[in-house]
């Protein structure tokens, strides 16, 4: 039920937040605020409630389903692993920081703002936590249409161009899943007779051999486009560098961690064949996106494009570790949406302060800052460093793991995987050279961090430290669901004997047949 | 005709009853508000008798069947007539033109619609649907002082006419061929014949033209967005609606209770209209800047996808259809009712331009709006998700992958087109327009009344489907026993 909760929560308080911004700003400010503290209050304390060393049946923590539509076998199910919970702390502790960078940022209807900020988080906590894909596939839509308003109202010059086209990119996307969910429903349906859309009945259903690959492309579609893989991810570097600092983080934070997140938790269960089938392939794009995404990082002129592009590099790795099948990459994913999360959220903060002081983005008129502004610059020079995967912060450990797993899938690509590393320094100590070194280009005098940034970015650091010193806490409480979703890949393959049945009719012309029995044997209860 | 017979007829009694007294009371003194509430209560004891009726499955031979779907249709058709006339008061009240006939033409043209959903007999069809159109004709030039009204009313007069005489035509072959004019009959004879004689497929074909105009579907569709343009805001809302919803129900009775859905022929003309519909429909929509035009573009596009869940042929199929036509029906009437409160005594608000920044002027007004076309294209928590949501479901089911990949295609360009009207209601605008004289706010209240029920409705099925899918399978029980 807390769960539930959880997104009643962030739903409420984002209505009470439009309404109190009517009055006063500050009120709506304060009610997102602490709306998204007491879910982060809550989700540590489940965190505390539910240590990893404890031997359970079940690596569930806590479910909570009752009936939604019963008639269609929809419910509203939630439930909670360490997966869940690690990408909840994530979701509101970036939640957290985005309110706060936005104090100053957003002057203009600023109840709206806050409304479709804690909307977004709602969508996205119920995509981390939902057990059921009709309900997966309707949080996945209920957390564009805030974003969308985020990008298209408070976003930069071409901000309507970029909302479309994150909006049809993702949408176009998602449709083609729910294809998918509802071919996995009748095909589930016509086996068992007993047609749902829980999770954890559609695990391990059976498809015919020629089925199972278009049904996980459907998947992989809405997921390889929110990650974004190389082909589809033309949409990010927009919607990136035009959107408020706020919709940066959530977008690179958190929206592109929705598409890991499914790949982890629908498309590798669900369909362990056709995803051998198709690793190569993905192992090969996830090289082509870090080295693809590193160059055209390292060529950019606009700070936030730059950054942009970087994520489609680090989310390279990530779809190059999904589809190694082995727990050190899937270790490496996990650590990689967390550090991620964090340090490209961190990146993305501090252009939107070199923004608010200089109004600019573009980094030729950038240089030289370091003396003018020293405290922006140390951290800066944090999250560059973790960006580049220097070791002892979070990013080194999530690369490593990665690789160390891809390895034992494919040596090549990891070796070619290996040289986005390299070209990750480059574009990282770009970004520094440009910006804070070099021959002073500042044409007024620039004010260093204040006490409200300082507080926004140290706990970035410590989280970004922690990470990379003592990861431990965080891969112990990721290994239980790790282990789950590779169960399918350790038993050896058994192929069922007869392969399931397909019902599919062609009839010749004007043939008589009965109506009743169109449609298989959907029952109607 | 058994003195039975009055009890299940009673909701198209009262409607005719109505529009007597309104001519009556016209007759007597002419006052708006009068003639506004009798209309309000007709519909209101029209829906209490239909209410009775619940469960019943009734023949009233040789013209009328009172089953679960024509039931059904029958409270849709007068919910939707009750909320087109609560949306009209205060439209009208703004205009100089005599209003008190508009009522009476809008209870006749319901009355048509009505007759049009229970019949199971061409006569009986066609009674119906001459009474819709030709109430139809003058709704739609109502206000002739208007620049466009006369070319619209004409221009659906002269192409329903047309309609008509193929319809009566293609009715005419069916019945050269089988000697009936009745459904049932009609299916009688084609499970004595092995497969469709020419004629009669001549005859379908004709007929499918009739009904294809009325639907407004492609190649039919042309009056549409002239028609939706010149015609007054609620009458346009009415049209999108009732006039069509009355077609698709009888299309659907006919076709199962005449067992067409096995002829192969039949099916491909439908599938080539459905994937025209949807393509013509939002692309040519892509590029409207008048609000009317671009629904009624729109409108084309979700006959289509309604004709997606038509072809599945199936129970599940029909549920669809009755889903989407509540979950369309609620969303055209949301947005139409939308332009007849932006509209002013000069002109209807049908340009884009009159929507920029509508957010920060009138935010509920906007909220409303937004929620109808992220209804339309689709977007969760709206019941136009759930609409499609169901479309999809039974075109998968029946493994129709060309036109549920038209559809998914479709939605995304239709997408574009909503999201611009979005865009534009929450651009921010330099100016601030100055407020438009606001009505007494008693006369308002009817207007505003009906969109946030609307509104709310639309949030309540797109949350919570469950109840209207238990409402619809179980009126569809009685009917899918007769398939």
Sequence with gaps: MILAWLIILLMVGGILAWIAGRFNANFARWIALLTTLASFLISISLWLNNPTTTVKATNWMMRYEVPWV???????SLALDGLSLLMLLLTFFLGLLSILVSWREIKTKVGFFHFNILWVLAGISGV??????????????????????????WGHANRMYAAYKFFIFTQASGLLMLLSILGLYFIHGSNTGSYTFNYFDLLGTTFPPAIGPWLMAGFLMAFLVKLPVVPFHSWLPDAHSEAPTAGSVILAGLLLKTGAYGLLRFVIPLFPEAAQAFAPWAMLLGVVGILYGAILAFSQTDLKRLIAYTSVSHMGFVILGVFSFNEWAFQGVVMQMITHGISTGALFIMAGFLYERLHTRDIRQMGGFWPAIPRMGVFASIFAMASLGLPGLGNFIAEFLTLVG????????????????????????????????????AEHPLTDLSLREMSIALPLVVAILWLGLYPQPVLDRAKPSVDEQLEAYKKPTIKPEIPAQVTLQTLPADTVRLLNTKGGIHALK | MRLSDLYFLMPLLILVG???????????????KVIFGITIVAHLVAVF????????????PPFFVMDGWGIFNLGLILLTSLFVTLLSYAYFEQREERKEEYYLLLILATLGACVLVISQHFMALFLGLEILSVALYSLIAYLRTRERSDEAGIKYLILAALSSAFLLFGMALVYAVTGTMSFPEIGVYLQSVSELPLLLLTGFGLMIVGIGFKLGIVPFHMWAPDVYEGAPAPVTAFIATVSKGGMMGLLIRFFSQADAYRYANLMLIFTIIAIASMLAGNLLALRQKNIKRLLAYSSIAHLGYILVAFLAGNRLGVEAVSFYLVAYFITSLGAFGVVALLSDTERDADQLEDYRGLFWRRPATAAVFTAMLLSLAGIPLTAGFVGKFYILASGVNTQQWLLVLMLVLNSVIGLYYYIKVIAAMFAQTKSVQERRKVLHPALSFASGGAMAILGLLLIWIGVYPTSLVQLIRGLLATFMTTF
């Design chain 2, 49 to 60: 008798t239909l209410l009775q009726l619940n469960g019943s499955s009734y023949q009233i």
């Design chain 2, 18 to 32: 109505a529009a007597t007294l309104n001519m009556l009371v016209v007759a007597v003194k002419r006052n708006h």
């Design chain 1, 128 to 153: 981390f936590l939902t057990m059921d894909l009709f309900l997966f596939y309707f949080f996945w839509e209920v957390m564009l249409i805030p974003m969308y308003f985020l990008i298209g109202i």
């Design chain 1, 406 to 441: 891809s390895w034992q899938a494919n040596n090549l690509l990891t070796i070619f995987a290996t040289i986005g590393l390299v070209a990750a320094t480059a574009y990282s100590l770009r970004i520094l050279q440009k910006v804070f070194l070099g021959k002073n280009k």
């Design chain 1, 70 to 76: 019963p008639q269609w076998g929809v419910s509203f």
